[in-house]
């Protein structure tokens, strides 16, 4: 036998074998864009042991002896309750002295009158709900504004938007270029339907559904729009998601610029056409 002491609430735990202790918690992974693999640490779990014992039916010479069938009343009592009890631990490996839910227990008549016992208890901690004011924490820079609704009804609409009007440009040298302080170019605009998803190609922007403009302000690539208006309560609000997202955006903008200039080509071809404005020569 094992040289423990086990008490759990009013009972002694006799001739005990092993107590096996577990904890752990959870780590998410995450894979940075060039920069390798990084862990995010969870809440830990709850602690949880295994006491396995031989209680008796009959009397031994042992401190604190109940039979077996007391034992496993008083266990079942604990069962039903939702109250946690005090488990004492004395060891070896030192001391344990904590509030505890039995989870459950099972029993094995190893021969009559004798029997091997596990008992399975989890840590307590009861849950709270903080009533205090909770001090105001400012954000640091500038807390960003909640972008401007669009709704595109048709490609014109989109092209004649987004695009700088024909009056912009001079010809200089038979070709034309834009006048100094000319509109925003599409490709440089970027907007966002609230859900994660961002439009800076003039073909992609999606016609007849509501949209927001972010190019010139604070939204965090990735934020839902509840999360970005949270955002102005809760500055930590979504950093640990949104930063990973906002990298794989760098990279995908990236991508999408050849793809974006041919769009451009193409939806000024298309607000030429539509409104009927001459080719300069």
Known sequence: MGNYKVYLGNLTIYQVSAVDSDAKRDLAVYDGVEQGKFPVAKNPDLH?????????????????WEPAQDIFKELDK???????????????????????LVKGYSQTEKYEGVYSVKLQLTQYKEASVRTQD??????????PEMPKEVVFKSTADVAQALMPKWSDYTPVGGNNSPKEGSAISAYRMTFTDGQGNFYTNPNT?????????????????????????????????????????????VEVEAKRTQETFNAMSKAIEEYRVTQKVPISR
């Open 48 to 64: 949880t042991w295994t006491v396995s014992c031989e209680l008796t039916a009959n009397r031994i010479n042992v401190d604190g």
């Open 78 to 100: 604990m069962m039903q309750s939702k109250d946690p009890d005090r488990l004492v631990m004395v060891g070896d490996c030192g001391k344990v002295s904590e509030l505890v």
């Open 134 to 143: 909770v001090p105001y924490i400012p954000r640091p820079g500038k807390v």
């Open 205 to 249: 922007i999606p016609i007849g559904k509501t949209i927001y403009n972010i190019t010139s302000n604070g939204y965090v690539p990735g934020m839902t729009k509840r999360e970005y208006e949270a955002s102005k309560r809760s500055p930590s609000l979504g950093n640990d998601k949104t930063r990973m997202q906002r990298e794989h955006h």
